[in-house]
Structures are given as C-alpha cells and as structure tokens.
C-alpha cells in the first residue's frame, strides 16, 4: 500500500509543478521562505502540492480562503518536514480555517471530583487524530519573523502526535536519542522557566512554552524556523536537536 501510494505521489508530481508567478508570489507574501536554495524551493514546492492534493481545506462560519491563503498554509504547512517527506502529515485529511478565533469548549475536573466546564478562544488547535484548525486572522499575523507562526506551531503538535501521544517527544529519528532529547528540552524548559519568572518580557521564547512539554517543543519550533539565529544563542543544545530532528538548519539562511 505504501509503494502504491508513493508511486501515485511521483506520478502526480512528474504532470504538476508550481507555477513560477504563483512561488514567486507566495515569497513576497512568506518572509519565512527567504534564503531557499533552488533544489529546497522545488522540494517544498512539490510538497506543498502534495499538501494541497491529500488535505482538504475547507473554511468555517462562512469564511470562504482564496486560492493564495490556501497556497501560503500549504508552503507553511510542508516547511516543517520539508527535508522529512510528506509521509510525516500523514494520519489526518482536514485543515479547518476560521477567519478570526474561534471558540472551543473543553470539560475539566478538579481534585474534588467536579468537573469545570468552559469556553476558550484560540488561533490555532490540533486533535491527534483528527482535524487541523486555525484562525486566518493569526496565519496572516504569522507573515513577520517574530517567532510566532501558528501554522508551525500546530504542525509541530502534528509531528508530535506521530506516535500517538501528543507529549513534547515526536517520532526521533535512529540516529537520536531520547534521553538526549528529554534531557535538553528539560534544561531549556527550567532556563524558561527562571528567565520568565525574572521578567516575561525579556524571556527568550514565548511564555506560553511552559504550560506543557508540548506547547514547549512547538512554540521552541516556531522560533526555530523564523528566528534561528536568536535560539540558537539562547539555547544551542536546543537548536542542535531541533535541527537534527527537522533535518532542516534555518540559521543559515535567515538572519533573524
């Protein structure tokens, strides 16, 4: 099944190709994509139509994406796995896109045995199994290279999930080791953790990192991608094993 899908993926490749005015566009529109070399712009290109033909994209409470806000998730979508193959977004078929927040409804239950029912607005939510959800309003807010991209953010919970368990640990490749992984993000985590206590404004990554492993290793994603350089001072270690993950070294090519 595997070779049958791999081959139908090649086939589809060998009669596509993004078109030249449509990439072109896509990078004004996508600071992040700057400093590719040419053979990394065919091979996202190629994923991001991949992404385009096995997802469907489907806007909610009315709100209807054009052509090119549906190009530009798809590029942002592919970068992650970029060097790692489609076969990584596997597992779910459904990109769901509001124009602005939207509000879930979650049910908590305290020590006492109570459960805590509640509304929460969000940019951006991912089920393991299930749809990917995001707000327009926050992809579009995702085009400066702040460190935040909620289009990364939620694809890196995808990866995460790839072992089932959304917990900070994705699927590491053979040539990592897990308790050099746990044991670096930990390190990062406390270092957060002290520099947020100090003072949240000058914290290295975005405060929201620790409310758990991870949004840890999601938000530490996002800023890998569009500020690398900034982590990489922060946080080497950190960095090493984001690249050796993602297969990907962003500090060469951007500046941020």
């Not at 400066?144 to 919970?157: R, S």
């Amino acid at each position: 099944m595997f070779g049958l899908r791999a081959w139908r993926r090649r086939r589809f490749l060998a009669r596509q190709r993004l078109p030249a005015a449509e990439w072109a566009a896509a990078q004004e529109r996508l600071p992040l994509l700057g400093g590719l070399a040419a053979a990394e712009r065919d091979r996202l290109g190629a994923l991001a139509l991949l992404f385009l033909r096995e997802k469907a994209i489907e806007g909610a409470g009315g709100f209807r994406p054009t052509p090119a806000m549906v190009l530009d998730i798809a590029l942002l979508a592919s970068l992650p796995v970029m060097n790692l193959g489609i076969e990584w977004l596997e597992g779910w078929i459904s990109l769901v896109l509001y124009a602005d927040e939207f509000v879930v409804e979650h049910e908590e239950m305290d020590e006492m045995g109570v459960v805590h029912r509640f509304r929460e607005a969000r940019a951006g939510e991912t089920w393991a199994r299930g749809p990917l959800i995001l707000s327009w309003r926050d992809v579009a807010a995702s085009r400066a290279l702040d460190g935040y991209n909620v289009v990364l953010h939620e694809v890196a919970h995808k990866l995460d999930a790839g072992d089932g368990s959304i917990n900070g640990m994705p699927p590491l490749h053979r040539d990592m080791a897990p308790t050099q992984w746990a044991a670096t993000l930990q390190a990062a985590f406390d270092a957060l953790a002290l520099q947020v206590a100090m003072d949240a404004r000058s914290a290295a990554l975005d405060p929201y990192a620790l409310n758990a492993p991870a949004e840890f290793f999601a938000v530490a994603s996002e800023t890998f991608f569009e500020r690398p350089n900034h982590l990489r001072g922060v946080f080497p270690q950190l960095y090493e094993q984001l690249s050796r993950f993602y297969r990907q070294d962003p500090a060469q090519r951007l500046a941020t």
